[in-house]
């Protein structure tokens, strides 16, 4: 049975055909990267790649915007922008990876060196970390076709067989616009705000990568079946999905505003867990993007209140966060009620697609009663508003009967087969 048409297109919440708004939104997130990245090259170890880069401004912009967008490039110099990482961070990673990609798409009209100790070097077409056994790197070259790094006199051209040189695929594809990754590049991946987690230090929790790939494609193809307008806007926003390890009775899950795309989560058995973690943490990312450009709630950061979702007092904007990350996965539910998938059979399922929606109202709820929004907010208020009471009616009894099958929210990180109330 296909999946229910509706709810309409809603601003940052269900994405519009080919997710302009969005797109707008992110282009101008990496122009903020790209403005402090010139910005630095006006002294210091990154004045040699100014003309460069203000070369290439002027001629191929829209490339060169979207280089500075990738993970391993975008992160770091927002983390340094507003002063939360060093610029080592910077002229180690941000940049050589940058290079790498440019020489890649042949738009760098010379060779520019860039001498500097590298502990490693991405590659971000092929996927691959470049590392040597002896210690770190000493620098790169990237060329207009290429691109080569160097070990004391050895050298290697990324994309050939290496000799003393150890390349390592970093990431795999699960769908058009989701990877898994094995490097982690966000300086900000050990600073938590949850109160039950310490971090997100990369791990496989003990379990094979092929069980890893396997359960999240899984879980990308529900997604792409029952909440396709959401998976189909992915290749224009790409999310990189990091392990942390492994948790059988409950699931967590992080991301950070400004490592835009950058999902921490863990494995679980359930599909049904994975997924909702992928729409979540995914939906914090554009949530996280408006953010940087606008204050959404004027009393976001000041006015804190009982989250619906965790047991810790939370600022308004945490309130927001959660009810515009759960309000799509409730649509995902329904959908999958409607169809009578196998995971809408699990007998814990009723329980949780209730949970979510009582969740929901009671964040959109505490919202409605305490939010100053700007006009931005307004807009996104008035779309969750919008789907939301559309996965209300397709709701048995409605948001009454929700009610009563769960009556109160359920806590982040709980699965599926977990009693939620």
């Known amino acids: ?125 092929r996927g691959d970390v470049v590392t040597h056994p002896d210690g770190p790197l000493d620098g790169l070259v990237a060329h207009p076709d290429g691109a080569e790094v160097r070990k004391g006199t050895a050298f290697y051209r990324l994309g050939q067989p290496p000799e003393s040189f150890l390349v390592e695929r970093h990431i795999h594809r699960l769908a058009p ?17 949850h109160p039950d987690k310490a971090g997100n230090a990369l791990s496989l929790g003990g379990r094979k990568l092929e069980d890893w790939t396997t359960a999240l494609t899984h879980a990308a193809r529900a997604l792409a079946e029952f909440l396709p307008e959401w998976s189909t806007a992915l290749p224009g926003a790409p999310l990189r999905l ?10 967590l899950s992080a991301s950070y505003r400004e490592a835009l795309g950058v999902v921490y989560l863990t494995l679980h058995p359930s599909r049904l867990t994975l997924a909702e973690a992928i729409v979540h943490e995914g939906q914090h990312t554009r949530l996280n993007t408006l953010m940087l450009l606008d204050a959404v709630l004027k009393n976001g950061t000041t006015t804190w209140t009982p989250s619906p979702v ?14 515009h990350a759960f309000v799509p996965v409730a649509v995902f539910h329904a959908r999958l009620a409607a169809a009578q998938h196998p995971m809408a059979l699990d007998p814990a399922f009723p329980m949780r697609r209730a949970a979510v929606l009582v969740g929901n109202d009671r964040g959109l709820r505490t919202c409605r009663e305490k939010a100053h929004p700007t006009a931005a907010g307004a807009r996104l208020l008035d779309a969750l508003e ?36």
Not at 184 to 193: K, R, T, V
């Open 177 to 193: 616009g989701l990877t898994l990754s094995t490097v982690d590049s966000n300086p900000l991946s050990m600073m938590e705000a």
């Open 242 to 251: 990091v392990p942390v390890g492994y948790e059988a009775e409950r699931h």
């Open 386 to 421: 919008q789907v939301h009471q559309w996965a209300v009616q397709q709701h048995p009894g409605g948001l009454a009967g929700a009610r009563e099958m769960c009556a109160d929210a359920l806590p982040e990180g709980v699965p599926v087969n977990t009693p939620p109330c």
């Open 310 to 323: 965790r047991p810790d007092l939370r600022p308004l904007n945490g309130v927001l966060l959660a009810a």
């Open 1 to 125: 049975m296909a999946a229910p048409t509706g709810p309409q297109p809603a601003f940052l919440t269900l994405p519009e055909p080919r997710d302009r708004l969005y797109q707008g939104l992110l282009r101008k997130a990496r122009l903020l990267g790209l403005r402090h990245l010139l910005e630095l090259g006006t002294s210091g170890p990154l004045a040699a790649l100014a003309p460069t880069l203000s070369g290439l401004a002027r001629r191929d912009s829209r490339t060169l915007l979207r280089m500075v967008g990738l993970h391993d490039v975008l992160t770091p110099l927002l983390c340094h922008r507003v002063g939360l990482c060093g610029l080592d961070q910077v002229v180690q990673g941000a940049v050589p990876t940058l290079l790498v990609a440019l020489a890649r798409s042949g738009v760098l009209t010379e060779s520019l060196l860039w001498d500097h100790p590298l502990p490693r070097v991405i590659d971000p077409t």
